[in-house]
């Protein structure tokens, strides 16, 4: 069949792979610009054990006070849900935590990209001395005194504990992190009762109006950067500039990148308030009126907005097997 171009069946064959559906089911899922997550990630298990156990590991901090978890609470949709993060001595960061929830799905990390992969971002926090204040000489001291983890390190690494193997594990952890089964993806998988008429209206409403442009793949969103502010000046609104309003022009020096950030995901986002690189949008409300005012340029009716933040909370999945969706607005009375 000439007309079935190679993308398509790629697609198609991706489809059957995640839940066997019936042929017209397979073709519906190929025009949507969402992709559901992976029911199974493939990962080295025992690799997976030891990088939890160094996430919540307070050692890799100077004053054994601040571990990975302490900004990513994986009870709180992988966030701290504070404007910014606090670190080592109560030091406050310049920028809101992304979570790290799906963050093996992320085309880079930081809200400026500036890692490139999961093991780089590892390294970030131990050095910043607003977060961990360490270094890798400290962390190795402290935990070479631990005999089992030692011994853990040398049954999954052939040079034992050393920091390239330290990012290697935290990052093998936090690819485990995803989050499948959210009510939208068992939509796309074919369950056409998963979502609500005013859940569905509002994923209808994300497309027409374009929220799609930035919002869309496995992450909705972690595979692209973008201004903010494409259609009006935020930080002249918003005031106050900071350093880190600049983004990713912090990363390159290029005038092209300032006020240029990742994209985030919008994968749990019912979960993880406040939203922005800084955190100025106290809830999913704000956020989309901010959307719709700096990124569409155009307005909309308060209900077409309220239909879309009911389709958000349709993202949110299951970790580990256990559900973590919040109580949505179209479950209220």
């Keep these: 069949m000439p007309w079935l ?34 029911l199974d990630v493939r990962l080295d298990a025992r690799k997976v054990a030891l990088g939890d156990r160094l996430f919540h590991d307070k050692r890799l901090s100077g004053d054994d ?23 080592i001595g109560g030091a406050v960061g310049p920028i809101n935590v992304p979570t790290v929830l799906n963050s093996g799905f992320n085309f880079r990390q930081f809200w400026d990209g500036r890692a490139a992969s999961l093991e780089e971002q590892a390294a970030g926090p131990v050095h910043n001395p607003k977060e961990m204040g360490s270094n890798w000489s400290q962390v190795i001291e402290k935990l070479s005194r631990d005999k089992s983890l030692v011994s853990a390190f040398g049954e999954s690494y052939r040079d034992g504990l050393k920091p390239h193997n330290i990012q290697d594990a935290i990052a093998v952890f936090e690819r485990s992190l995803t989050t499948p089964n959210a009510r939208f993806d068992k939509y796309l998988r074919g369950d056409t009762t998963a979502l609500h008429r005013d859940e569905l209206q509002g994923y209808r409403l994300f497309k027409s109006y374009g929220c799609v442009a930035c919002h869309q793949g496995v992450n909705v969103g972690g595979n692209m950067f973008q201004v903010f502010g494409v259609m009006g000046d935020y930080f002249a609104g918003r005031g106050e500039p900071t350093g880190a309003d600049m983004g990713r022009y912090n990363v390159t020096h290029n005038e092209a990148d300032r006020h240029m950030f990742k994209v985030p995901s919008l994968r749990n986002v019912a979960l993880t308030a406040p939203y922005f690189h800084d955190g100025s949008a ?32 349709t993202l949110t ?16 009375p």
């Design 282 to 313: 106290r809830t999913l409300d704000d956020a989309v009126d901010t959307m719709f005012r700096y990124q569409l340029g155009r307005p909309a009716p308060q209900q077409d907005k309220a239909l879309i933040v009911k389709f958000l909370y």
């Design 65 to 87: 006070t601040i571990a990975c978890a302490s900004c990513h609470s994986l009870e709180r949709g992988g966030v701290d849900g504070r404007v910014s993060a606090v670190g």
């Design 5 to 38: 171009d190679a993308e398509k069946i790629a697609a198609v064959v991706l489809a059957a792979a995640l839940g066997g559906f019936a042929a017209g089911q397979a073709w519906a899922q190929v025009d949507e610009p969402i992709r559901p997550i992976p």
């Design 317 to 332: 999945g299951e970790l580990r097997g256990r559900s973590l969706e919040p109580s949505s607005p179209s479950h209220q």
